[in-house]
C-alpha cells in the first residue's frame, strides 16, 4: 500500500511541476510581433518583456508560496494531508487554466500567484505521508521517487513547445488545467491519509476526511469554544519554527539548501530563453533533447542520489549528505561548458551529477526534526525556494 501512495503522489507532483514550469516555454524574446508568434508565445500575445518576465517566472510564483508554505507545514503536522494534497492540486489546475484565459500580464500573473498558493501545499503534506508510509531504511529512496516528479514534469513543460506550436499557449494552459482537475478527482478515490483514524467498519467518516481525527477535531471545538483562540495557533506556530530553525544541523543543511535552490532557479528559469537564442532554428529539436536531458537526466540522478544514500550510509545521515555536496560541485564545470557549447550534450551530464540532492537532504532533515514538527521542517524548506528565486530576478536585470 506504501507504494501505491507514492506513485498517487508522484503522479499528483509531476503535474505539479510541469504546470509550474510550463511558463518557461511559452515565452520567446527578440522575435517579430505577428499574429502567428502571438498564438505562440504569451509575452507577444500579452505584450511584457524579459524584465517583467523574470517577475512572473519567479516572485509572482513564490511571493505568495513562501508565506502559504509556512501555513501548509502547520496544516500538514494538524490535518488530513491527503484531502489538504487533493484540493491543492485541484486549485492549481484551476489557476493554470485561469492563464490560458488571461487578457493582460496583470491577469497572468494574479493566477501565477494564485498557483503558487495553491502548491505550497503539496511538499509537507505530501513528505509527510511518506515518511508515516515508509521505514526509516527507504525513506531517502522514497523521497528521490517523489523528487522525481521534478524532473518529470519539468521534461513535460519542454514538450509544451510541441504543443504550443500546433493549438497555441492558451489551449495549452486550458488543457493542463483540465488534466490536473481529472488527476485531484481521481486521486480522491484512492489517496488516503494513514494518520487518520477509521470509523464505521474501516471507512473514514467525511468529518474525519475533513478535519482529521478525532483528537484533532477535539482541539478544533476546544478552539471554537474559545472564540477561535488565534493567538495560541500563532504561538504553537512560531514555537514549531523557532524548534525547527535551533537545531545547528537544519540550519547548515538550509543554509546550503538555499544556494542550491539559487542554482536551480536561476538555470531552470532562463534555459529555455537562453537556448532559444543560441538555436533560434532548432526549437523542436530543443523541446525533444530537453525534455530527455531533463527525465533521464534528472531522473536517473535523483533515484541514484536517494538509492546510494540509503544502501551506502543507511542510518549515517552525515555520510548521506556527501552525495549531494559531491554532486554539486562537480556540476559547476558541466554547466559552464553546457552554456557555451554547440549542443546539450553536457547539459545531460549536468544533470546527472546535481538532481541527486533531494532523497538525501530531505531524509536528513526529516531525521534531524522531531515528527510533530515535520510538515513545519518541509514548509521551511519549501520557503528556501524564495531565496532560490532572488536569482532569475538578477538574471533578468
Same mark, same amino acid.
Given at each position: 500500500m506504501s507504494w501505491v501512495v507514492l506513485f498517487l503522489l508522484l503522479g499528483i507532483n509531476v503535474h505539479n511541476q510541469w504546470t509550474r514550469a510550463m511558463v518557461y516555454y511559452l515565452v520567446s524574446f527578440k522575435i517579430p510581433k505577428t499574429e502567428d508568434n502571438a498564438n505562440k508565445y504569451m509575452n507577444i500575445d500579452l505584450n511584457f518583456e524579459e524584465e517583467q518576465y523574470s517577475i512572473l517566472a519567479s516572485f509572482g510564483f513564490t511571493a505568495l508560496y513562501t508565506f502559504c508554505s509556512l501555513i501548509a507545514g502547520r496544516a500538514s503536522d494538524k490535518g488530513n494531508r491527503a484531502f489538504i494534497v487533493l484540493v491543492a492540486a485541484a486549485g492549481w489546475s484551476l489557476a493554470t487554466a485561469g492563464q490560458g484565459i488571461s487578457r493582460s500580464f496583470e491577469q497572468v500573473l494574479a493566477?501565477? %500567484?494564485?498557483?503558487?498558493?495553491?502548491? $505550497?501545499?503539496?511538499? *509537507?503534506?505530501?513528505?509527510?505521508?511518506?515518511?508515516? #508510509?515508509?521505514?526509516?531504511?527507504?525513506?531517502?529512496?522514497?523521497?528521490?521517487?517523489?523528487?522525481?516528479?521534478?524532473?518529470?514534469?519539468?521534461?513535460? /513543460?519542454?514538450? #509544451?513547445?510541441? $504543443? &504550443?506550436?500546433?493549438? +497555441?499557449?492558451?489551449?495549452? =494552459?486550458? @488543457?493542463?488545467?483540465?488534466?490536473? =482537475?481529472?488527476?485531484?478527482? @481521481?486521486?480522491?478515490?484512492?489517496?488516503? &491519509? *494513514?494518520?487518520?483514524?477509521?470509523?464505521?467498519?474501516?471507512?473514514?467518516?467525511?468529518?474525519?476526511?475533513?478535519?482529521?481525527?478525532?483528537?484533532?477535531?477535539?482541539?478544533?471545538?476546544?478552539?471554537?469554544?474559545? %472564540?477561535f483562540n488565534f493567538q495560541k495557533q500563532m504561538r504553537e506556530g512560531l514555537e514549531a519554527i523557532k524548534g525547527v530553525l535551533s537545531i545547528p544541523s537544519v540550519q547548515v543543511l538550509f543554509a546550503a539548501s538555499a544556494?542550491?535552490? =539559487?542554482? +536551480?532557479?536561476?538555470?531552470?528559469?532562463?534555459?529555455?530563453?537562453?537556448?532559444?537564442?543560441? !538555436?533560434?532554428?532548432?526549437?523542436?529539436? !530543443?523541446?525533444?533533447?530537453?525534455?530527455?536531458?531533463? %527525465? =533521464? @537526466?534528472?531522473?536517473?540522478?535523483?533515484?541514484?542520489?536517494?538509492?546510494?544514500?540509503?544502501?551506502? /550510509? *543507511?542510518?549515517?545521515?552525515?555520510?548521506?549528505?556527501?552525495?549531494?555536496?559531491?554532486? #554539486?560541485?562537480? $556540476?559547476? *564545470?558541466?554547466?559552464?561548458? /553546457?552554456?557555451? /557549447?554547440? #549542443?546539450?550534450?553536457?547539459l545531460f551530464l549536468e544533470y546527472i551529477v546535481a538532481e541527486c540532492w533531494f532523497g538525501p537532504t530531505l531524509a536528513a532533515l526529516f531525521k534531524s526534526v522531531p515528527r510533530e514538527i515535520q510538515g513545519t521542517a518541509q514548509g521551511l524548506f519549501s520557503v528556501l525556494g524564495a531565496i532560490g528565486n532572488i536569482m532569475p530576478v538578477v538574471i533578468g536585470r
Amino acid at each position: 500500500m506504501s507504494w501505491v501512495v507514492l506513485f498517487l503522489l508522484l503522479g499528483i507532483n509531476v503535474h505539479n511541476q510541469w504546470t509550474r514550469a510550463m511558463v518557461y516555454y511559452l515565452v520567446s524574446f527578440k522575435i517579430p510581433k505577428t499574429e502567428d508568434n502571438a498564438n505562440k508565445y504569451m509575452n507577444i500575445d500579452l505584450n511584457f518583456e524579459e524584465e517583467q518576465y523574470s517577475i512572473l517566472a519567479s516572485f509572482g510564483f513564490t511571493a505568495l508560496y513562501t508565506f502559504c508554505s509556512l501555513i501548509a507545514g502547520r496544516a500538514s503536522d494538524k490535518g488530513n494531508r491527503a484531502f489538504i494534497v487533493l484540493v491543492a492540486a485541484a486549485g492549481w489546475s484551476l489557476a493554470t487554466a485561469g492563464q490560458g484565459i488571461s487578457r493582460s500580464f496583470e491577469q497572468v500573473l494574479a493566477f501565477r %500567484s494564485l498557483m503558487g498558493v495553491s502548491q $505550497a501545499f503539496t511538499n *509537507p503534506p505530501a513528505y509527510g505521508l511518506i515518511a508515516s #508510509s515508509f521505514p526509516e531504511s527507504q525513506i531517502a529512496t522514497a523521497n528521490s521517487v517523489f523528487a522525481s516528479a521534478v524532473y518529470i514534469g519539468g521534461a513535460l /513543460a519542454s514538450l #509544451s513547445i510541441l $504543443a &504550443d506550436q500546433q493549438v +497555441g499557449w492558451r489551449m495549452t =494552459c486550458l @488543457g493542463s488545467g483540465a488534466l490536473g =482537475c481529472l488527476l485531484a478527482a @481521481g486521486g480522491a478515490f484512492f489517496l488516503r &491519509d *494513514p494518520r487518520m483514524k477509521r470509523e464505521d467498519g474501516g471507512q473514514l467518516n467525511e468529518q474525519t476526511m475533513l478535519l482529521g481525527s478525532r483528537e484533532e477535531q477535539e482541539e478544533v471545538e476546544e478552539a471554537a469554544s474559545s %472564540s477561535f483562540n488565534f493567538q495560541k495557533q500563532m504561538r504553537e506556530g512560531l514555537e514549531a519554527i523557532k524548534g525547527v530553525l535551533s537545531i545547528p544541523s537544519v540550519q547548515v543543511l538550509f543554509a546550503a539548501s538555499a544556494v542550491r535552490f =539559487c542554482a +536551480g532557479y536561476g538555470i531552470g528559469v532562463w534555459k529555455a530563453p537562453l537556448y532559444r537564442e543560441l !538555436f533560434p532554428s532548432s526549437e523542436s529539436e !530543443f523541446s525533444v533533447a530537453n525534455a530527455f536531458v531533463i %527525465s =533521464c @537526466g534528472g531522473v536517473l540522478s535523483s533515484l541514484l542520489g536517494g538509492v546510494l544514500a540509503d544502501r551506502l /550510509a *543507511p542510518h549515517d545521515y552525515g555520510k548521506k549528505l556527501l552525495i549531494p555536496a559531491v554532486g #554539486s560541485i562537480l $556540476a559547476v *564545470p558541466f554547466w559552464i561548458g /553546457a552554456c557555451k /557549447a554547440d #549542443s546539450i550534450s553536457l547539459l545531460f551530464l549536468e544533470y546527472i551529477v546535481a538532481e541527486c540532492w533531494f532523497g538525501p537532504t530531505l531524509a536528513a532533515l526529516f531525521k534531524s526534526v522531531p515528527r510533530e514538527i515535520q510538515g513545519t521542517a518541509q514548509g521551511l524548506f519549501s520557503v528556501l525556494g524564495a531565496i532560490g528565486n532572488i536569482m532569475p530576478v538578477v538574471i533578468g536585470r
